[in-house]
């Protein structure tokens, strides 16, 4: 049994930069309902999604995705509220 696991509450500091969120609609690993959840909980945050399927929105699957995270990265700019983008690359299950 893992032992000094943090399980909660997850908040981010009002005064801390917003978080960014980025949650896939059809992610097999990590479904959306757990993204927006951690939105809420974060309370201090921002979610970003992609239409799409895949474990991983970012680095290539939308350019649209990408460019809302490298600004967020880089210049600390949020996506406006709402924000969905979509997905471009297709995705190919493992031994396809």
Do not use: W
């Amino acid at each position: 049994r893992p032992r000094g696991v943090f399980h909660g509450p997850f908040r981010a500091a009002e005064s801390a930069p917003s978080a960014l969120v980025v949650g896939t609609t059809f992610d097999p690993a990590t479904p959306y309902e757990h993204a927006k959840r951690l939105t809420r909980e974060l309370g201090n945050a921002r979610l970003l999604t992609m239409e799409g399927d895949g474990h991983g929105a970012y680095g290539g699957e939308s350019p649209c995705i990408d460019r809302r995270v490298d600004a967020y990265l880089l210049a600390g700019a949020l996506p406006a509220p709402g924000e969905r983008c979509r997905q471009r690359t297709r995705f190919t299950p493992a031994g396809r």
